[in-house]
């Protein structure tokens, strides 16, 4: 797709709503390719911040408070999870968005679903994207994934699977 010459006129802080909307298709579309790399298919992508926040302090083991956390929780078709930090801007400040977002990545390290047997899952891969939105130019969709270095104690989160249903449909109706 291309952003019309128009984009440039566009008051810059509604530019940082569409970033942010063009930032979550950009990691949806790199998840979706990069699970397919592997042979699997997104199962379920869940907005960190908002699935996060209607969990009960008992369920989650270390609330995300100290730091940002990354943007996606993402759990493919065969179980394993993978964490997808969104950012989105110009080619200009795609550097110190990627800097920004690399350090969002590591933070969570397990997860797991309440309703499962199963012990929590360790987390497969963290990817950074960014999605390029310059004014007359191609969009274009970054990924990179940093390699393992992160030696911090991360988060632990448990999520409750009917909450999660339950906000991906009120999600649903609050677009239309």
Known sequence: YFTQGFYSKIEPSEKVAISFIAGG????????????????????????????????????????????SPDYLIESDSGAWHIFESKGGTDVGRHKRIQE????????????WTSS???????????????????GSRLKVLAYDPPGENTEEGQTIILDEAICKLLKIVESLDQF
């Open 25 to 68: 298709i950009g990691s949806f579309i790199a998840a979706y390719h990069w699970l397919a790399a592997a042979g699997e298919k997104i199962n379920v992508m869940l907005h960190t911040s908002i699935y996060t926040k209607g969990l009960s302090p008992s369920i989650k083991t270390n609330p995300l408070t100290a730091k940002k």
């Open 101 to 112: 977002g690399l350090l969002q990545l590591g933070i969570i390290t397990h997860l797991g």
């Open 117 to 135: 047997t199963l012990p929590l899952k360790k987390v497969q891969t963290n990817v950074c994207t960014h999605t390029c939105i310059d004014a």
